[in-house]
């Protein structure tokens, strides 16, 4: 049996900071660009956004695999139960909001009827027929998803951060490698 390692490979550490930076960086975007009135400019952000989306779930596909073939650092042995469960359901939630989110962008996007072309060359196919009512609704779950991922996010880091600074057993450090202590 291979014993537990006791921080994140580099390529975890990577993988996860791209999706942090790229996830605030997309849902910032979309906050911005959601109430500028219509013109080129908003529509080309609004491709932007898109490209970004698909990128992320691509790269979400890529963790994923890396996270099903490498085993994660073992949590402090202080950690109770409860912790532990928690953990597991904070983690499961974020991946699966990282899955929902593009696609229900993808879907809203295709029921407004304009088709997604990642980077303006590769058209991704429409998941749903023009349909505007459905379009609302899904404007709305997708609007709703990216703020859970938000509140979850910010959840996510207090708790990295409370490890660091209360605990002080070198959870945050693991993602962090520069805070180790030598």
């Keep these: 049996m291979t014993p537990t390692p006791t921080a994140y490979t580099r390529t975890a550490i990577a993988l996860h900071w791209l999706m942090a930076f790229g996830l605030l960086a997309t849902l910032s975007l979309g906050l911005y660009m959601a109430d500028l009135p219509l013109s080129p400019s908003k529509l080309q952000l609004y491709a932007y956004h898109k490209w970004a989306g698909v ?10 695999a890396w996270r099903l073939t490498h085993q994660p650092p073992a ?9 532990r469960w928690l953990v597991q359901v904070m983690h499961l939630a974020l991946y699966g909001l990282m899955v929902l989110i593009p696609l229900s962008g993808w879907l809203m996007s295709s029921a407004k009827g304009f088709q997604t072309v990642w980077f303006g060359v590769l058209p991704l196919p429409d998941l749903l027929s023009k349909d505007l009512l459905v379009a609302e609704v899904l404007k709305e779950v997708h609007e709703t998803l990216n703020w859970v991922l938000l509140s979850l996010v910010l959840g996510h880091a207090a708790a990295a951060i409370k490890h660091h600074v209360v605990e002080r057993d070198g959870v945050l450090a693991r993602m962090l490698p520069f805070l180790a202590k030598p």
Aim: without cysteine; glycine residues 10%.
């Design 55 to 64: 990128s992320l779930f691509g790269l979400l596909l890529g963790r994923l």
């Design 75 to 83: 949590l402090p042995s202080a950690t109770s139960e409860s912790q």
